[in-house]
């Protein structure tokens, strides 16, 4: 979902939020053995039996536009990306072994961008 709304000062802010649903994933197994074929990765549940969470992002931005003389414009932009700071996990570690399941990948944190542009 997303949005736009100005504000009194002509103020824009806009509001994108977005949720994706979790990784379907199974547990992996490496068997090692043979002359052939030295090892084997193989899943040893069916795919879908485990899912990661869910993740929630929300992104604001805010930007206020000045005009200078005739034709000349100012630009003031804040960005910040996922504003809520959430850490979902996105992705783990599936090998059978010490690490099974342990967080590999989580959300980015809280991102805060400023940036400018004058146009002539």
């Known amino acids: 979902m997303s949005g736009v709304y100005r504000f009194p000062l ?9 949720r994706r649903s979790g990784y379907f994933w ?12 030295t090892s084997i990765t193989l899943n040893v549940e069916p795919i879908g039996s485990r899912q ?30 996922n504003i ?7 992705d783990v570690t599936r090998l059978s072994g010490p690490n099974f399941s342990k967080p590999t990948v989580i959300m980015d ?6 940036s400018t542009t004058y146009s002539f």
């Open 26 to 37: 199974a547990r992996n197994v490496r068997f090692t053995a043979g002359k052939t074929v």
């Open 52 to 81: 990661l969470p869910p993740s929630n992002q929300l992104d604001v931005r805010f930007e206020k536009n000045f005009r200078l003389m005739k034709s000349q414009r100012l630009a003031i932009r804040a960005n910040a990306f």
């Open 84 to 90: 809520i700071n959430a850490n979902t996990v996105l």
């Open 109 to 114: 944190p809280r991102i805060w961008e400023f």
């Open 10 to 18: 002509d103020i824009l802010t806009s509001v994108n939020y977005e």
